[in-house]
């Protein structure tokens, strides 16, 4: 640590100073390396993102060919005029998430190229009952209660599936942290010119070592083979291009709350920033 308090990665040398056979000092020689492993581990994370890019690419050809398969099967049903109301809501439901994954797999290009994505007014209440369809097995499975806390807030120019995919891997984050009987809540309002979303948990939170950098690629919290550590990144991302903030919150309670703000202004401002 230097005097500051910051880090310091060193080499250090010692050499002793010898007047025939007697040593009569020591030679030390400090070199600060501290940039040098800086840039040391952005090249070697920008090369993991590189091949990720590489494979993400593929993946999103081979993803896309069964879900269009999956969008013409569900055309057909939905012209079945013996459908029930069941059946015709579970058909809409399965057309709308197959647009949703197929958005997805284009993402998955985000790793080698970013396309600005298309903006549209979004009412994130419905964003959220949306996700929370896709997760509410999940809570119900594991007896977990939800805390809904709506606002009346206005819309946002956004990307509502972008936004969806945030809040599904938050929500599935805190899911899997509070285990059987937990409770998870959810806040959703209006802060001057922005719109605040607090995800918050009672499980075990997230460990010190890793609060700094859990935003940062191939970092979690989970076993091996439960997690990519991407998802967060991925998250953070978003919220970024929407111009907002995703943090974790610095607290001593118990469990763990994100906070996301999001932008509140006009479309032609939204356009201006784009």
């Known amino acids: 640590r230097t005097l500051s308090g910051d880090a310091s990665i060193q080499n250090r040398r010692i050499t002793p100073l010898k007047d025939a056979d007697k040593v009569t000092g020591v030679l030390v020689v400090v070199e600060d390396i501290t940039e040098f492993r800086k840039l040391l581990d952005q090249t070697i994370q920008s090369e993991k993102l590189a091949e990720i890019g590489r494979l993400s690419a593929s993946i999103a050809h081979e993803v896309n060919n069964p879900l269009s398969i999956i969008a013409y099967a569900v055309q057909l049903l939905q012209r ?17 998430e197959v647009e949703r994954l197929k958005s997805l797999a284009g993402g998955l290009l985000s790793f080698s190229r970013r396309d600005a994505a298309p903006r549209q007014p979004t009412d994130l209440r419905e964003v959220f009952e949306q ?79 890793l609060r700094e950098k859990i935003f940062e690629p191939f970092v979690t ?51 201006k920033e784009i």
């Not at 999940?138 to 599936?161: M, Q, W």
């Not at 972008?162 to 209006?190: P, T």
């Not at 990144?233 to 118990?254: A, W």
């Open 221 to 271: 919290t989970k076993k091996e083979g439960e997690g990519t550590g991407l998802g967060l990144y991925l998250c953070h991302r978003i919220v970024q291009e929407h111009g907002g903030e995703l943090r974790l919150e610095q607290s001593t309670q118990p469990g763990a709350c994100f906070i996301i703000r999001l932008p509140i202004g006009s479309e032609a401002s939204h356009q």
């Open 80 to 96: 079945e005029e013996s459908s029930s109301d069941f059946q015709r809501e579970m058909t809409d439901r399965i057309e709308a």
């Open 131 to 209: 996700a929370l369809l896709l997760i509410r097995y999940e809570l119900t499975r594991k007896s977990i209660k939800l805390r809904e806390d709506y606002a009346p807030i206005p819309a946002i120019l956004a990307d509502a599936n972008q936004l969806k995919q945030v809040f599904i891997n938050l929500l599935m984050n805190a899911a899997q942290a509070v285990g059987q009987e937990g409770e998870i809540s959810i806040h959703l309002v209006e802060i001057k010119d922005q719109v605040e979303i607090r995800i918050r948990d009672n499980g075990p939170g997230v460990p010190s070592s």
